[in-house]
């Protein structure tokens, strides 16, 4: 078989949510948006409710609706992008909570939904999404009246503790929300790690769940076994790949494994990426193609049938610093070709 093996732990994913519900005298949401950060929605969002989280956060409408089919009656399903025009069958037909960000989705909400429950959503400085000041003390009195179900927005820095950032939209959130009786929320993963005094009503850690920083202490969820193809020696100044982007210095034995960047493996990690044998680290040779991947596996001691690139030697925020990005992106882009395998 030449299709690579994705392993996704999801006794892991509840034992981090766990966690991290310890470290709050709180409500822990959970965030499941892309799919559960590319890992399966349809798996992870049923283990985590089992572990005991009754809140979950969505990005869209159409994510919500999905995740009410998987959960069914009863937890609460949030939306982070709101209101949108179109989703109010959605948001009714799943009983949904859409987090309302502007003046517009407010009216939209009313108008489409007299009854219907909903959040708000503040700008404390990120820029991205909520009401700013100004338009929150407009539509406070009238939002209030209808009793939101949460109150909440979002810190820009939380992955960097000291950043004075954190403290602004602390205090920012704090001034906003002064006299408001509806529950509160400011951490996601960050946030709820830089202590109490963020942790509010509620948090909604996302990244921490996957195993990704900054929540240091997680479990690993994830691990990838990419498989052999074809394995063959090179002489010295013979190329590897497109482009002749490495050449040999010395005889070499390249094996070519199955997996590139259509399944998430960025090509930018190429010059900087290695993978195990075992205990042993093997670098990777030439570019990143579209579905293999050169790997110098000279220094083995007998060839490999596969190698892995994910796993207890590196994190996904360490393949992520090979690509010079970030852990989230390596989670949620890959692919769909892996075939994929559930530890319970």
């Excluded at 299709?3 to 991290?20: E, G, K, M, P």
């Excluded at 769940?209 to 063959?232: F, M, N, S």
Aim: glycine share 10%; with cysteine; aromatic share 6%.
């Amino acid at each position: 078989m030449s299709t690579a093996v994705l392993t996704i732990d999801l006794s892991a994913v509840a034992s981090n949510w766990r966690h991290l519900n310890a470290q709050t005298g709180v409500e822990t949401a959970a965030v499941v948006k892309a799919d559960a950060y590319g890992l399966g929605m349809d798996r992870v969002a049923p283990a985590l409710a089992e572990a005991g989280a009754r809140q979950f956060f969505v990005a869209v409408a159409e994510e919500g609706a999905e995740l009410r089919e998987i959960l069914g009656p009863g937890p609460e399903i949030s939306i982070f992008s709101g209101h949108m025009d179109g989703d109010a069958p959605l948001i009714r037909d799943a009983d949904l909570i859409p987090m309302i960000n502007s003046v517009d989705q407010m009216v939209r909400h009313v108008e489409a939904m007299p009854a219907g429950k909903f959040g708000v959503q503040l700008d404390t400085g990120m820029n991205r999404l909520g009401l700013e000041d100004g338009e929150w003390q407009a539509l406070r009195d009238i939002a209030l009246e209808q009793s939101p179900t949460l109150i909440l927005s979002h810190l820009a820095c939380a992955d960097e503790p000291t950043h004075e950032m954190n403290l602004q939209q602390l205090e920012q959130f704090r001034s906003m929300t002064a006299g408001v009786d509806a529950p509160l929320s400011l951490a996601a993963t960050g946030g709820l790690l830089l202590g109490s005094e963020f942790h509010f009503d509620l948090t909604r850690p996302g990244i921490g769940l996957y195993g990704g920083l900054p929540h240091v202490d997680a479990l690993p969820v994830v691990t990838l076994d990419i498989p052999v193809i074809q394995i063959r020696d090179v002489a010295a100044g013979e190329t590897v790949g497109y482009a002749n982007s490495w050449t040999a210095k010395t005889p070499a034995r390249i094996a070519t494994i199955s997996a590139g960047y259509a399944d998430g493996l960025i090509r930018a990690m190429g010059p900087n990426a290695r993978l195990h044998a075992d205990e042993t680290p093997v670098p990777v040779v030439g570019r990143i193609s579209m579905d293999l991947i050169g790997v110098d596996v000279t220094a083995l001691d007998a060839d490999p049938t596969s190698l892995q690139l994910i796993g207890p030697h590196q994190s996904v925020d360490t393949i992520a610093g090979f690509a010079g990005t970030i852990g989230y992106e390596i989670l949620t882009s890959l692919g769909a070709r892996y075939k994929r395998e559930f530890l319970l």
